[in-house]
């Protein structure tokens, strides 16, 4: 059945291509804009990098964007697409729902449980990143105007945590002249009889002509998974069902005036993890019951942009919640040896405010000032359970149920910023650049009294039978409350030497907002020896050292973009785990260096002919670490961070006419990733012991092939993802309670896109 649905999709698709359409003229070509291609890719690209519209030539930092039409083409849906095409970043992303970028090799581990992400994510003006062990919304990409990644620190603009960079995903405003719809459906086939299925659609309606416009987008997706979990007994049981959509109703009252109201909503329900243990299989985990990461989220924003004639003032109100599902089995901290796993609910609420004021186009002077308020709480219920099977064998009894240990807590975040930049021209051909944000920035957490805790794991784990359980209460605990103020800056200068070509140097900064443990000062029941939990962790800092160079040649059928750079990170926050009862807790160790290189080149040789290529290298290392920070953490000078030395990806495509109205392409691309560490490799508070958790991933390579055809308004794909199925390991968890630590690729999967847009 599965294979007749992809069999008819196909067939439909071709027809609607083909209805009429004669065969192909030899020599015939497509029709292209008789503008270069390069030219056009560098010169005609606006981005907003910089808060304000700019050619991505003139944009002097490292900036990749994608478009929509590239976004579909390729069947990028999610974050995973995104990092394997672009330089300098890697995704650590475990199963659905977790998403951690990492840019520039600045990680310690691909998780970093407690600790914010060190890569911000935005949905327009919404920050989504957050710590390393929460759920983190993956949105689909659909009728987005673009996404862009930002590679260095973004700590002048986009804030506290965009440490080593930012992504930014930018929906498509409404129009307000003209009716729109589009629609996306693709079919596909994983594993050779897992079914996915993806459907898109969106419809813009002009309310009242050139005044107000209503955008309403929506995506489902169902996609049976490939992963078998041999102690739930089912297979496939990474399953995935997503949901959700968003809708913009845009007022503009006049000429100067830009009003907007959007709502998004995205549920996204994994049936389990699909982070698998290599001892039971290739495509096998172990649990008792499902591990559930899932997401519920909703946001509403209210935009205002005012062109005052000299200046543009942009003000953005966002109001969020997420409810994130937490439940996982950590019976591999014990080797399975006794049932222990926690069932954890979040819920976060955020308020962010930013206002600013942009410079108009024109003169020498370009200026932006703006202020930034952010609050996010979050309310956690953390309950550990057992099993009830497991404490009637053994006859522990004492418990209200199979739950030992239950709590709530919360944590209350702050940051507030003012910041600018200011932009001198000299002459066309040279600019200089320089901006500062000063943040402040706390947070503190809470233990809500009422729930209890148990010596049910020491009896558990000494084999006792026949015992009543000791249940105390957990008290209320007021936490440390962490504070700091940093002051961000960037200086860069700009020079084209001649009118093709772009060179810039820049130092940046930024840091991370600091981190409070929520179960600071507890002392481990199963080894009272053992690591008391630290208060929490300070701010660190990051300087980013740059010299870059863009631009195009042989009248643009060649283009580059070129990148070195230099980071000195220091107070690097970290995430460890205590040995005896894998408590996470976060705490700061010394310093570390990164450097590399990052280029893209995109070249046409022939009118029908484009090659594409992008790469990174990097080294990044620990280098200062005292005896006491490496016992607390792990870790020892010299050994490296969490990327990889080299990585990147090369697409070769040809396009053609088939005769009539209908276009055609082929393309193949491959995209390396080579191996690095899952974490630090001592276990923290034995600084002589080798971590059992530690490992690498691997070096892999992915290729994709597609090929399609466009008529009038129709488009269909045809394509295969992972040609040579390659199994390799992309993720390797830090930390011990899980049986199964590792993530895979996707196996070969094989399907076909239909859009259409009217």
């Given at each position: 059945?599965?294979?007749?649905?992809?069999?008819?999709?196909?067939?439909?698709?071709?027809?609607?291509?083909?209805?009429?359409?004669?065969?192909?003229?030899?020599?015939?070509?497509?029709?292209?804009?008789?503008e270069p291609?390069?030219?056009?890719?560098?010169?005609?690209v606006?981005?907003?990098?910089?808060?304000?519209?700019?050619?991505?030539?003139?944009?002097?930092?490292?900036?990749?964007a994608y478009?929509?039409?590239?976004?579909t083409?390729?069947g990028?849906?999610?974050?995973?697409?995104?990092a394997?095409?672009?330089?300098?970043?890697?995704?650590?992303?475990?199963t659905?729902?977790?998403?951690?970028?990492?840019?520039?090799?600045?990680?310690?581990?691909?998780?970093?449980?407690?600790?914010?992400?060190?890569?911000a994510?935005?949905?327009?003006?919404?920050?989504?990143s957050?710590n390393?062990?929460?759920?983190?919304?993956d949105?689909?990409?659909?009728?987005?105007?673009?996404?862009?990644?930002?590679?260095?620190?973004q700590?002048?603009?986009?804030?506290?945590?965009?440490?080593?960079?930012a992504?930014r995903?930018?929906?498509?405003k409404?129009?307000?002249?003209?009716?729109?719809a589009?629609?996306l459906?693709?079919?596909?086939?994983?594993d050779?009889?897992?079914f996915?299925?993806?459907?898109?659609?969106?419809?813009?309606?002009?309310?009242a002509?050139?005044?107000?416009?209503?955008?309403?987008?929506g995506?489902?997706?169902d996609e049976?998974?490939?992963?078998d979990?041999?102690?739930?007994?089912?297979?496939?049981?990474?399953?995935l069902?997503?949901?959700?959509?968003?809708?913009?109703?845009?007022?503009?009252?006049?000429?100067?005036?830009d009003?907007q109201?959007?709502?998004?909503?995205?549920?996204?329900?994994?049936?389990?993890?699909?982070?698998?243990?290599p001892?039971?299989?290739?495509?096998?985990?172990?649990?008792?019951?499902?591990?559930?990461?899932?997401?519920?989220?909703?946001?509403?924003?209210?935009?205002?942009?005012?062109?005052?004639?000299?200046?543009?003032?942009?003000?953005?109100?966002?109001?969020?919640?997420?409810?994130?599902?937490f439940?996982?089995d950590?019976?591999?901290?014990?080797?399975?040896?006794?049932?222990?796993?926690?069932?954890?609910?979040?819920?976060?609420?955020?308020?962010?405010?930013?206002?600013?004021?942009?410079?108009?186009?024109?003169?020498n002077?370009?200026?932006?000032?703006g202020?930034?308020?952010?609050?996010k709480?979050?309310?956690?219920t953390y309950d550990?359970?057992?099993?009830?099977?497991?404490?009637?064998t053994?006859?522990?009894?004492g418990?209200?149920?199979?739950y030992?240990l239950?709590?709530?807590?919360?944590?209350?975040?702050?940051?507030?910023?003012?910041?600018?930049e200011?932009?001198?021209?000299?002459?066309?051909?040279?600019?200089m650049?320089?901006g500062?944000?000063?943040?402040?920035t706390?947070?503190?957490?809470f233990?809500?009294?009422?729930?209890?805790?148990?010596?049910?794991?020491?009896?558990?784990?000494?084999g006792?039978t026949?015992?009543?359980?000791?249940v105390?209460?957990?008290?209320?605990v007021?936490?440390?409350?962490?504070?700091g103020?940093?002051?961000?800056?960037?200086?860069?200068?700009?020079y084209?030497?001649?009118?093709?070509?772009?060179?810039?140097?820049s130092?940046?900064t930024?840091?991370r907002?600091?981190?409070?443990?929520?179960?600071?000062?507890?002392?481990s029941?199963?080894?009272p020896n053992?690591?008391v939990?630290?208060?929490?962790?300070e701010?660190?800092?990051?300087?980013?050292?740059?010299?870059?160079?863009?631009?195009?040649?042989?009248?643009?059928?060649?283009?580059?973009?070129?990148?070195?750079?230099?980071?000195d990170?220091?107070?690097?926050?970290v995430?460890?785990?205590?040995?005896?009862?894998?408590?996470q807790f976060?705490?700061?160790?010394g310093?570390?260096?990164?450097?590399?290189?990052?280029?893209e080149?995109?070249?046409?040789?022939?009118?029908?002919f484009?090659?594409?290529?992008?790469?990174?290298?990097?080294?990044?290392?620990?280098?200062?670490?005292?005896?006491t920070?490496?016992?607390?953490?792990?870790?020892e000078?010299g050994?490296?961070l969490s990327?990889?030395?080299?990585?990147?990806?090369?697409?070769?495509?040809y396009?053609?006419?088939?005769?009539g109205?209908?276009?055609a392409?082929?393309?193949?691309?491959?995209?390396?990733?080579?191996?690095?560490p899952?974490?630090?490799p001592n276990?923290?508070g034995?600084?002589?012991?080798?971590?059992?958790?530690?490992?690498?991933?691997?070096?892999?390579?992915?290729?994709n092939?597609q090929?399609?055809?466009?008529?009038d308004?129709?488009?269909a794909?045809?394509?295969v993802e992972?040609?040579?199925?390659d199994s390799?390991?992309?993720?390797?968890?830090?930390?011990?309670?899980?049986?199964?630590?590792?993530?895979?690729?996707?196996?070969?999967t094989?399907?076909?896109?239909?859009?259409?847009?009217?």
């Open positions: 059945m599965k294979i007749r649905i992809l069999a008819s999709a196909s067939a439909a698709a071709v027809l609607s291509m083909l209805g009429g359409a004669g065969a192909q003229e030899a020599g015939q070509a497509p029709v292209r804009s008789e291609e390069a030219q056009r890719s560098l010169d005609k606006v981005v907003t990098a910089t808060r304000r519209e700019e050619s991505l030539q003139d944009v002097p930092l490292s900036v990749t478009q929509q039409e590239a976004l083409e390729k990028i849906v999610s974050y995973d697409g995104l394997r095409e672009t330089p300098g970043v890697v995704i650590n992303q475990p659905a729902n977790f998403n951690n970028f990492t840019t520039r090799g600045i990680a310690t581990n691909g998780y970093g449980a407690n600790l914010q992400a060190a890569t994510i935005y949905i327009d003006e919404l920050p989504i957050s390393g062990n929460s759920t983190i919304l949105p689909t990409l659909y009728d987005v105007e673009r996404v862009e990644i930002l590679r260095g620190p700590g002048t603009l986009f804030g506290a945590n965009s440490l080593s960079g992504v995903i930018l929906t498509k409404p129009n307000t002249k003209e009716f729109e589009s629609a459906v693709d079919y596909g086939l994983t050779g009889d897992a996915r299925q993806r459907y898109n659609g969106m419809v813009n309606i002009p309310l002509e050139d005044k107000l416009g209503l955008r309403v987008v995506f489902y997706r049976e998974g490939w992963v979990n041999i102690g739930t007994g089912i297979e496939g049981a990474n399953s069902t997503s949901y959700g959509g968003r809708a913009i109703l845009r007022w503009e009252p006049t000429d100067a005036l009003m109201l959007m709502v998004i909503h995205e549920n996204s329900q994994p049936d389990d993890s699909g982070l698998t243990n001892n039971r299989g290739e495509f096998v985990r172990l649990t008792d019951r499902p591990d559930l990461f899932q997401s519920d989220f909703t946001t509403y924003n209210f935009a205002l942009d005012y062109d005052f004639g000299f200046a543009n003032l942009t003000s953005s109100s966002t109001y969020s919640n997420i409810d994130g599902k439940i996982v950590l019976a591999g901290t014990f080797g399975q040896l006794i049932p222990f796993a926690l069932d954890a609910v979040g819920y976060d609420e955020t308020f962010v405010q930013e206002v600013r004021l942009a410079s108009a186009d024109g003169g002077w370009d200026w932006i000032i202020g930034f308020y952010f609050n709480r979050r309310d956690i550990y359970r057992s099993s009830q099977e497991f404490l009637d053994r006859g522990l009894t418990l209200p149920d199979e030992y239950r709590f709530t807590s919360y944590f209350d975040q702050f940051e507030t910023a003012g910041f600018g200011l932009t001198y021209r000299f002459s066309d051909q040279f600019w650049t320089g500062a944000r000063y943040t402040t706390s947070v503190q957490s233990t809500n009294e009422g729930g209890y805790n148990s010596n049910y794991l020491a009896l558990a784990l000494g006792a026949n015992v009543p359980i000791t105390f209460p957990v008290a209320a007021e936490g440390l409350k962490v504070e103020d940093k002051l961000s800056y960037k200086l860069s200068a700009s084209k030497p001649v009118d093709n070509v772009t060179t810039y140097a130092i940046s930024g840091f907002s600091p981190v409070a443990n929520a179960r600071a000062g507890a002392v029941i199963v080894n053992d690591l939990i630290p208060n929490g962790a701010s660190d800092s990051l300087t980013n050292y740059e010299v870059g160079a863009k631009g195009y040649w042989l009248n643009g059928k060649l283009a580059a973009n070129v990148a070195a750079y230099y980071i990170w220091q107070d690097i926050q995430q460890a785990n205590r040995l005896s009862d894998q408590v976060a705490t700061n160790i310093g570390a260096v990164s450097k590399g290189l990052e280029f080149i995109a070249a046409y040789p022939a009118k029908n484009s090659f594409f290529l992008n790469g990174s290298l990097n080294d990044s290392e620990v280098t200062d670490v005292t005896p920070e490496a016992a607390m953490s792990g870790a000078e050994i490296s990327f990889p030395t080299f990585q990147g990806s090369a697409t070769v495509r396009d053609w006419r088939m005769g109205e209908t276009d392409f082929a393309a193949a691309t491959a995209a390396y990733v080579g191996d690095f899952g974490m630090f276990v923290p034995n600084p002589n012991l080798v971590a059992p958790t530690f490992d690498y991933t691997d070096a892999y390579t992915v290729v092939l090929a399609g055809m466009s008529r308004q129709w488009k794909v045809a394509y992972n040609v040579l199925d390799s390991i992309t993720y390797v968890h830090p930390e011990a309670f899980l049986d199964g630590r590792y993530a895979r690729l996707r196996p070969r094989v399907g076909v896109r239909l859009s259409y847009e009217f």
